[in-house]
């Protein structure tokens, strides 16, 4: 079965320090990959994809992510945080299905991100 | 233009009592899923459309809950007589079709409901 694994649950970093965020996903192909953030309160915003081609994918708000196939990971970054970003992340995975009726995403736990001033 | 719309925002209700939950989808999005989103379990499946089909309703919990979309457009989820685990936030996303896994799912801002 399809899994994500988020393995760190709470994360702080300072104002300004660059960030990583872990992804690593279990399936037999190679998945179409999404990183969402969720502020308090508020629904999921989606941050960047990767579906095929060029593994490191730009999204917004300054985000990348690089899909590393050796790893089975998706590890999000961004070189400089700012206090706006403070939120949770969730990485998830959909199924390469053609033509089936699967579409459904496969969520990881979630990593809380903190920002010190 | 508009995004994902839920209604209502925040639900209280008694154990026992039945609620309903609407989701407005973006406009010519075809496919809309369901999911629950609860400290214990993340972010949940639940039920996904297609047009006005669910060719996939293998998250819902139980047969307390059931869901419908009519006109290809707006979906109701109902959960009857609700228990204390119910208590989550329930979310919905729409895409422009869900072939293949590929379409990009927007979520709405979800409905909070909490049990009592």
């Known amino acids: 079965a399809q899994s994500v694994t988020q393995p760190d649950i709470h994360i702080t970093v300072s104002e300004g320090a660059s960030l990583e965020l872990r992804c690593n996903y279990s399936?037999?192909?190679?998945?179409?990959l999404f990183w969402y953030v969720q502020s308090p309160g508020q629904g999921l915003q989606l941050l960047l994809k990767?579906?095929?081609?060029?593994?490191l994918v730009q999204g917004i708000k300054g985000f990348e992510a690089e899909f590393k196939r050796s790893q089975s990971s998706f590890n999000l970054r961004k070189p400089s945080v700012h206090w706006s970003d403070a939120a949770e992340y969730f990485c998830?995975?959909?199924?390469?299905?053609?033509?089936?009726?699967?579409?459904?995403?496969?969520f990881g736990k979630g990593t809380k991100l903190s920002v010190k001033p | 233009g508009a995004g994902v719309s839920q209604s209502p925002s925040n639900k209280v209700t008694e154990k026992g009592k039945d609620v309903e939950l609407r989701c407005d989808p973006i406009?010519?999005?075809?496919?809309l899923y369901w999911y629950r989103q609860s400290l214990g379990q993340g972010l949940e499946f639940l039920i996904y459309?297609?047009?006005?089909?669910?060719?996939?309703k293998s998250g819902l919990p139980s047969d307390r809950f059931s869901a419908e979309r009519t006109g290809g457009s707006v979906s109701t989820l109902t959960i009857q007589r609700t228990q204390q685990e119910d208590s989550a936030v329930y979310l919905c996303?729409?895409?422009?079709?869900?072939?293949?896994?590929?379409?990009?799912?927007?979520f709405g801002p979800g409905t909070r409901l909490l049990v009592l």
């Open positions: 459309f297609q047009g006005n089909s669910a060719p996939d």
């Open positions: 996303a729409s895409s422009l079709n869900s072939g293949g896994g590929r379409k990009t799912q927007y």
């Open positions: 406009s010519g999005h075809t496919a």
């Open positions: 998830a995975v959909a199924p390469a299905v053609y033509g089936g009726s699967q579409g459904n995403l496969i």
């Open positions: 990767y579906f095929s081609g060029d593994t």
């Open positions: 399936y037999g192909a190679t998945p179409y």
